[in-house]
C-alpha cells in the first residue's frame, strides 16, 4: 500500500488510542531494515511507522559523506517506492533530533515538504521529532512552538520529548537521574505552550524511568503509573476526556510485558523499537557466519562457495530474523491484525 497519507495516519493513531493499542516504530539504516520492517509488518498484518536518526540518516547518505537530510530523502523515497508491495500502510517519521541537529537535519525535511505540499502534494514525512530533553524546558517548548507551527501547516504531526531518557542513541544522551520522570507540571507547561492540538497535533514522549539501549532487570525503574497519573491531572485540570494526551514510549528495551501494557493502556500510541531489532538482525549474521565458516571465507586454500557468502544469502536470513522480531512487536503492542489496508 502506498505511504500513509496525513489524514490516513493520524486516524492509525486515534484508532490505536479508541482500541487500546499502540503503534511500534522501528528504526532503519538500511534498506535491507526497511524491507525487514515491511516484511515482518505484513506477516503480523499490522500498520506501522518507519523512522529514522540523524545517525541513520547519515549512513543512508553514504558513511563517509554524512549528509543526513540527503539520507533521510533517500529513505523516505525508498520506502515510497518499495511500500506498494505490501499489503499494509507504513508512516515515515523521523526520531530524536536534538538542538544542533536542527539546521542539518529536520528544518531542511520540513522544508522539503512545504515544497511539496505547495504542489498539491502530501509530505515527505507525516511526522517529525524535536528532541530538546538536553535543553532548559522553557527552550525547549519554544522551540517547539515554532517547528508546530511548520508542521501544522503542511499536516504533518509534531513529536516533543519532556523529560529526559537516559542512556544514548546516535549521539544523543541522557543522564539517568531525576529528569526521567516527568512531572505533571511539566506536562501542563507543555500544555500552555502548544495547546491541545488547536495550534497542530502534536504526540509527547514523557518519561517515566526509560533508558535508551539494553538494561539489565533492576538497574533502571520503570513508572508506567506516572503516565496515568499526568493523564489524569490534566484531565481534572483542562476538563477534558480520559488520556487527553497522545504518548510515546522511549527506550523500551528490557521493559517487561506488563510494563508495556501499562504503558499502553495510559496512552501511548507509539512505542520505539531500534536496540532489539538491530540485535535480532545482527544475531542472524553471526549465526550465519559461524556456521558456514568454511563457506563464507576461503580457509587453507580453498575457494569457498559463492553461493553462501553471496551478501543476499545471508541478508535474507538477517531480514527474515529481523522481520520476525517485528512481528513479535506487534503483538506485544496489540496493533498485529489490525491493518486497515
Given at each position: 500500500m502506498p505511504i500513509a497519507t496525513p489524514d490516513q495516519y493520524a486516524e492509525m493513531l486515534n484508532t490505536a488510542k479508541t482500541k487500546g493499542f499502540a503503534y511500534p516504530a522501528f528504526n532503519v539504516s538500511s534498506s535491507q531494515s526497511i524491507n525487514a520492517v515491511l516484511q515482518g509488518l505484513t506477516e503480523a498484518g499490522s500498520d506501522g511507522i518507519i523512522q529514522v536518526t540523524t545517525g541513520g540518516a547519515d549512513y543512508f547518505a553514504g558513511h563517509t559523506v554524512k549528509n543526513r537530510a540527503s539520507g533521510a530523502l533517500a529513505m523516505a523515497r525508498f520506502v515510497q517506492s518499495v511500500a506498494d508491495n505490501y499489503p499494509i500502510t507504513v508512516a515515515?517519521?523521523?526520531?530524536?533530533?536534538?538542538?544542533?541537529?536542527?539546521?542539518?537535519?529536520?528544518?531542511?525535511?520540513?522544508s522539503a515538504s512545504e515544497d511539496e505540499v505547495k504542489a498539491g502534494r502530501n509530505p515527505i514525512f507525516q511526522s517529525h521529532m524535536w528532541d530538546g530533553s538536553a535543553i532548559p524546558l522553557a527552550e525547549n517548548l519554544e522551540i517547539a512552538k515554532d517547528i508546530l507551527k511548520r508542521t501544522q501547516a503542511i499536516n504533518a504531526i509534531l513529536e516533543v520529548e519532556i523529560g529526559a531518557v537516559g542512556g544514548e542513541e546516535d549521539g544523543v544522551e541522557g543522564d539517568i537521574n531525576e529528569n526521567l520522570y516527568t512531572t505533571l507540571d511539566d506536562a501542563l507547561s507543555m500544555i500552555d505552550s502548544l495547546g491541545m492540538g488547536e495550534n497542530g497535533r502534536y504526540m509527547a514522549a514523557l518519561t517515566f524511568g526509560?533508558?535508551?539501549?539494553?538494561?539489565?532487570?533492576?538497574?533502571?525503574?520503570?513508572?508506567?503509573?506516572?503516565?496515568?497519573?499526568?493523564?489524569?491531572?490534566?484531565?481534572?485540570?483542562?476538563?477534558?476526556?480520559?488520556?487527553?494526551?497522545?504518548?510515546?514510549?522511549?527506550?523500551?528495551?528490557?521493559?517487561?510485558?506488563?510494563?508495556?501494557?501499562?504503558?499502553?493502556?495510559?496512552g501511548v500510541v507509539k512505542m520505539n523499537i531500534d536496540t532489539d531489532t538491530q540485535y535480532a538482525f545482527t544475531r542472524a549474521v553471526a549465526g550465519y557466519m559461524l556456521s558456514n565458516y568454511d563457506s563464507v571465507l576461503k580457509v587453507d586454500g580453498e575457494v569457498g562457495n559463492k553461493k553462501v557468502y553471496d551478501p543476499r544469502a545471508w541478508g535474507k536470513v538477517a531480514e527474515t530474523a529481523m522481520a520476525a522480531r517485528v512481528a513479535d512487536a506487534t503483538r506485544q503492542l496489540g496493533s498485529a491484525g489490525h491493518s486497515n489496508s
Open positions: 515515515l517519521h523521523t526520531d530524536h533530533c536534538p538542538k544542533g541537529a536542527l539546521e542539518d537535519f529536520v528544518l531542511p525535511l520540513i526509560n533508558v535508551h539501549g539494553v538494561y539489565k532487570p533492576g538497574n533502571v525503574k520503570l513508572r508506567p503509573e506516572l503516565l496515568k497519573e499526568i493523564q489524569d491531572g490534566v484531565a481534572a485540570k483542562l476538563g477534558t476526556g480520559a488520556k487527553p494526551l497522545d504518548l510515546v514510549f522511549h527506550g523500551g528495551s528490557g521493559s517487561t510485558d506488563a510494563e508495556i501494557a501499562e504503558a499502553v493502556a495510559n
